[in-house]
Every structure is written in structure tokens, then in C-alpha cells.
């Protein structure tokens, strides 16, 4: 069982950063895979980057690879999301989502069982 929840976003404008925090409260935290979603309006939601646990490996859409990079320390129960040259498109309600087992391919927002209630990220042009 963990709650997640995301802090961080805001107002940028378009070529800014911003970075996003996920705080869970789990056991074992360190065991879980750590994947970043994000739901613009009246789109679908769409799979941002992922970590695995041990070791750290990494995945990000292709939309985001070489502006986006992701980290945990879970020292801190804590995922970051580091967002640079951020664009208008990536305006959106970013979330937090956790699992232990698997249970789908890691870009599937049904593989996570647990959720965050988002954070609003809007980047101005």
C-alpha cells in the first residue's frame, strides 16, 4: 500500500523549468517502480518517464527525451521530475503513480495501482 503525493507545478513560461516532487509514504519504498503521467484536457493520458528500483533504470516519451530526466532518492521516500525547456505542450495535470508488481507494460497507466492527485503544470508562449 503507498499514497503519493506531488508537488512543484506552477505557471512557466515557454523555454523555463520546473521540477516536480513525488513524496510516497510506503514500506520498501526503494523496491517500487516510479512512473510519471500526465493528462492535458480532452486528451488521454499519456505516460511521461518511468524509474525502476534497483538498479535506477530510466524511460521517458519520446516527446520528453532530452528536455525531462527523472531521479529518486529514496533516502527521502522521494521521485523527482526535472522538466527543462519546457514547452506549451506540455501543459497538463502531472501524476504520480506507483507499483511493486508487475502488471503491464510500463507506459500503461493501468500497470500503476497507486495514484497521486496531480499537480497543474501550464507553460505560456
Known amino acids: 500500500q503507498a499514497s503519493l503525493a506531488e508537488s512543484g507545478g506552477g505557471l512557466v513560461q515557454a523555454g523555463g523549468s520546473l521540477r516536480l516532487s513525488c513524496v510516497a509514504s510506503?514500506?520498501?519504498?526503494?523496491?517500487?517502480?516510479i512512473a510519471w503521467f500526465r493528462q492535458a484536457p480532452g486528451k488521454e493520458t499519456e505516460f511521461v518517464a518511468v524509474?525502476?528500483?534497483?538498479?535506477?533504470?530510466?524511460d521517458f516519451a519520446d516527446s520528453v527525451k532530452g528536455r525531462f530526466t527523472i531521479s529518486r532518492d529514496n533516502t527521502k521516500n522521494t521521485v523527482y521530475l526535472q522538466m527543462n525547456n519546457l514547452e506549451p505542450e506540455d501543459t497538463a495535470v502531472y501524476y504520480c503513480?506507483?507499483?511493486?508488481?508487475?502488471?503491464?507494460?510500463?507506459?500503461?497507466?493501468?500497470?500503476?495501482?497507486?495514484w497521486g492527485q496531480g499537480t497543474q503544470v501550464t507553460v505560456s508562449s
Open positions: 510506503a514500506r520498501d519504498f526503494s523496491e517500487y517502480t
Open positions: 503513480t506507483a507499483r511493486t508488481v508487475y502488471s503491464g507494460p510500463f507506459w500503461g497507466p493501468q500497470s500503476y495501482p497507486y
Open positions: 524509474i525502476n528500483p534497483n538498479p535506477a533504470e530510466t
